[in-house]
């Protein structure tokens, strides 16, 4: 009886492949869900029921903290949305890691409702500070090696996709990944350090944004993407 062969590497079927589609509309279905969660965490006060009230413009002078939060996070989820949009520009196929990967993702994402509220109920704590600072790390850590795992090799990209594309944008990734992680390690020192840190990344970057810029580098593609 002749040996059994067995497959080499070379040999075996790659991974299946399928169409990220799914993916996508769980993504913003979930964010769609987690930006209506940010609202409901606003304090609506009843004057009616205050002892010594003054009226309602006092009562909503108090919850400035509360406000400044939501219109902070508002704008982080809105980010972080934007850089998942971006990246699935060029995912043409998906696979089981990158679906984990995602996942991680919304992790991340969906933590911002209590993160947001955490801060806004305890602004001086540390803690609430980098836990607020992590979860937007790891959000953007997630994002940054969806791309990255999918482009190497074009895995899961176009072919045509440019090399110095991918390169430009991993490498402003991590650029953008180490301030991240800075920010959220500053709140070891101080919780404002933290807000600020992060409050310069989300004006630039939307600033970027209402200009046309594109991609975590914040630049245009210059021909070296695909349409």
């Not at 991680?104 to 209590?114: C, E, G, M, Q, R």
């Amino acid at each position: 009886m002749p040996p059994r062969r067995y497959p080499t590497i070379d040999q075996r079927r790659p991974p299946a492949t399928f169409s990220p589609d799914r993916i996508k509309a769980l993504t913003d279905g979930v964010i769609a869900i987690v930006i209506t969660l940010l609202v409901l965490e606003l304090s609506v006060p009843v004057v009616s029921e205050i002892d010594g009230s003054e009226g309602l413009w006092p009562e909503i002078q108090h919850l400035w903290r509360e406000l400044l939060s939501y219109f902070v996070s508002f704008f982080l989820v809105g980010l972080l949305w934007l850089y998942h949009h971006h990246v699935f520009r060029y995912i043409q196929r998906a696979d089981g890691s990158l679906i984990t990967l995602n996942m991680f993702y919304l992790l991340a994402v969906s933590i911002t409702p209590f993160s947001s509220a955490l801060v806004a109920s305890n602004p001086d704590e540390r803690l609430a500070a980098i836990i607020y600072g992590g979860s937007v790390f790891l959000a953007g850590a997630s994002c940054a090696t969806m791309f990255a795992y999918a482009s190497q090799h074009r895995r899961l990209v176009a072919a045509a996709l440019d090399a110095r594309f991918i390169r430009r944008e991993n490498w402003s990734a991590v650029g953008l990944l180490a301030i991240l992680f800075v920010a959220a390690a500053l709140g070891y020192f101080g919780s404002m350090l933290t807000y600020i840190v992060l409050g310069v990344v989300i004006t630039y970057y939307w600033v970027a944004t209402a200009l046309n810029r594109e991609g975590v580098s914040a630049a245009h593609r210059d021909g070296h993407g695909v349409a």
